[in-house]
């Protein structure tokens, strides 16, 4: 990968998986609380969780391969749709939305799915922009950060002041976030311009 689609991914993995970290500290708020759940089901459900969105946006982007790249470029427009629609909604919300907090490595991983279930969006047309071996480094490298969203899940865990002030973040940035990386997909599929390769 480019040192340019290298930012980018990393830039669309933190966007789209900020709220997995709320997930994440609730979770082990819940653990230091109760005992429950275990930080290794915690861990196993969030990694099956994201598996789970990271092998559906592959095979979308696989099957996208048919399609000439300025066409598939087009789907930078979903990302943009769905910020824009995310930035509607904040008005007179004040998005008190709390994880619910589960005890099973498969409900960890519905809730991590439910709740990632929009990285679709952003992480199809990311990998259908990309050659199969950039892929595939695209998707080790979102593994390995969801390792680095797992262990400051851990670390805040026990610390409600943190909570609170995360739970402002993903608000504003995710929207954003979607918004820069529809974007860049459709800066860079040449889907804006006449001259594109077919």
Do not use: E, K
Not at 22 to 38: D, E, K, Q, S, Y
Not at 43 to 59: C, D, E, K, N, T
Not at 104 to 125: C, K
Request: charged share 10%; proline share 5%; net charge positive.
């Amino acid at each position: 990968m480019t040192v340019s689609l290298l930012a980018t991914a990393v830039v669309a993995f933190a966007g789209t998986t900020i709220d997995d970290v709320l997930v994440l500290i609730a979770l082990f708020m819940a653990r230091r609380a109760t005992g429950r759940p275990r930080a290794a089901v915690i861990v196993a459900g969030q990694y099956a969780g994201f598996a789970a969105i990271l092998a559906l946006s592959l095979a979308a982007a696989t099957g996208l391969r048919i399609l000439p790249d300025r066409w598939t470029g087009l789907l930078g427009l979903v990302p943009i749709a769905f910020g824009i629609w995310g930035l509607v909604r904040l008005r007179g919300n004040d998005g008190d939305d709390r994880p619910p907090l589960v005890a099973t490595t498969g409900r960890i991983a519905a809730v991590t799915f439910a709740n990632g279930a929009d990285s679709l969006s952003v992480f199809t047309p990311l990998f259908r922009t990309l050659h199969p071996l950039g892929a595939l480094s695209a998707t080790a490298l979102f593994l390995a950060l969801l390792g680095v969203w797992c262990v400051i899940g851990a670390l805040l865990g026990g610390r409600r002041a943190v909570v609170a002030m995360l739970g402002r973040v993903p608000h504003w940035l995710v929207p954003v976030v979607f918004i820069a990386v529809g974007v860049f997909i459709l800066l860079t599929s040449g889907a804006l311009t006449t001259s594109g390769t077919a």
